[in-house]
């Protein structure tokens, strides 16, 4: 049943789609790549068309200077209610390769696909079309009810696609302010479409990178052939011993501080819609390759990987170059879930690596690669399951408690910096080719996200 204070809401995001389209629109059209200097001004003048807006709803809002890319801070709302906070980055990645984009990624238009209308163009999923709902929901709010249902506070940033070089300072800086009950987080996707999702657990990162080396110099395989060391041989040998035959990590110690899902929660996986079949074959997989005795959704989402991403050595060139290389490389990163320490598992893991080395070969590490833990969500807080009700309610199906194979590191940060435990709600769809040419916003995640924390609102305000 839809309380009463919510229902003129809801009717005036239905009757203002249309403007709210357009102003996201306008967004789109500001080229903010952080990763390029090129772009500096435009990211300047996607913060300040942003400050702008928000002060257009009420907000005290100001553009915040950063040794890079500058934060949008926000506050408004009163009230004995919770207050919350809502995060977002206005940044957006490269449009590389453009030859690949079937139109200009920041002209923005309205296509017909045959799942439904979208949003075409660069940063429409990844994060403009996101944040907007949440800030098209406040705007809904404050034009019924002349005001906002409790204290709201925003948090843009202009870095997240560029390693948030200024985040964390940033948040340290000004900790009194940015803290509040709670934060809201729209980065992520739905588990399938028309499924609202809540993110409850996010995988951790451990990177590291290694170099095997054996002669000091590429020697003539003619003359130490046979003898020789070969160092692609040993890193070869070296990597195999990564994983045991059922895919599982072989590294001692590797799993301390994973935990097994619990029934509930696989009970929710495996009812959200989530099609194995299609996510295998539309990558030209017939079959799931890693850990034995898992699902899918639970290798993805919940249990620890080591992957090898990159392993060189030796003759790149055209033809045929006989020679034993002296060196040999190898990058891999580890996707991290429940208490495991990316600093311990990092000394296992090289404990590993250099108990493997045979006489005569060395191996030496990169010592500048980070790590962070994986972020778990303290769902056990009532609103999370009120947030749950709300979503089901908004799109009339189950909403699922989900975990992410990716990483986003500012969840943990709201957590370790400021004390804050965070939402993650999102209403992309993995088609969406965030990141990539051609990206989009299905006009129906768009609309129904922002009915979605209209609801959300009223939920966690009564």
């Known amino acids: 049943m839809t309380e009463p204070r919510l229902s003129p809401v809801l009717d005036r995001i239905d009757a203002d789609i249309p403007a709210s389209i357009e102003r996201l629109m306008t967004l789109l059209r500001i080229q903010s790549i952080s990763t390029d200097p090129a772009y500096t001004s ?6 300040d068309w942003l400050v702008d807006d928000l002060k257009g709803i009420g907000f005290d809002a100001s553009k915040r200077k950063t040794p890079g890319h500058p934060m949008v801070v ?6 004995d209610g919770p207050h919350l906070s809502f995060y977002g ?18 002209e923005p238009e309205i296509q017909d696909t045959a799942r439904g209308k979208v949003i075409r163009g660069r940063g429409s999923s990844d994060d403009k079309g996101q944040l907007m709902t949440f800030v098209e929901a406040c705007r809904a709010w404050k034009a019924v009810h002349g005001s906002l249902p409790t204290k709201i506070s925003f948090f843009f940033e202009g870095e997240e696609e560029s390693g948030s070089p200024s985040l964390i300072p940033f948040m340290k800086d000004n900790a009194e302010e940015l803290t509040t009950d709670l934060v809201m987080i729209c980065d992520t996707s739905m588990v399938a479409p028309g499924v609202p999702s809540i993110a409850s657990q996010l995988r951790g990162m451990l990177k590291d990178e ?3 080396v054996g002669p000091r ?10 003898p020789g060391l070969n160092p692609l041989k040993e890193i070869s040998r070296i990597v195999a011993s990564f994983h045991d035959e059922t895919g ?14 619990p029934e509930d929660l696989k009970r929710q996986w495996a009812t959200s819609g989530f099609d194995e079949k299609d996510y295998l074959e539309s990558v030209g997989y017939t079959r799931p390759h890693g850990e034995q005795g898992y699902s899918t959704l639970e290798q993805q989402w919940a249990r620890p990987t080591l992957e090898v991403n990159g392993l060189w050595g030796g003759y790149q060139g055209a033809g045929t170059k006989t020679v034993i290389p002296s060196k040999a490389h190898c990058k891999i990163t580890c996707r991290l879930v429940g208490d495991m320490d990316p600093d311990v598992l990092r000394r296992k893991l090289r404990a590993h690596v250099e108990a493997q ?6 191996v030496i590490w990169d010592g500048n690669l980070d790590g962070s833990p994986a972020a778990v969500m303290n769902t056990a807080r009532p609103e999370f399951e009120a947030a749950r009700q709300a979503l089901t309610d908004e799109w009339n199906r189950e909403a699922v408690f989900v975990g992410m194979g990716g990483s986003i590191p500012i969840a943990g940060f709201f957590k370790e910096i400021l004390n804050m435990d965070a939402m993650l709600i999102g209403f992309a769809n993995d088609d969406d080719a965030i990141h990539s040419p051609n990206e989009k916003y299905d006009v129906e995640s768009f609309h129904k996200g922002i009915r979605s924390w209209a609801r959300i609102l009223a939920a966690l305000s009564t």
């Open 89 to 106: 980055h206005y940044d957006v990645q490269p449009v590389d390769p453009l030859d690949q984009w079937n139109t200009p990624p920041f």
């Open 42 to 47: 435009e990211c300047n003048a996607a913060a």
């Open 248 to 261: 599982r990590v072989a590294v001692d110690g590797f799993y301390e501080g994973v935990h097994e899902v």
């Open 74 to 79: 926000a506050h408004g709302g009163s009230g």
């Open 210 to 212: 290694f170099t095997i």
């Open 357 to 362: 080395l045979s006489p005569d070969a060395q």
């Open 217 to 226: 110099v590429d020697l003539h395989s003619g003359h130490y052939g046979g």
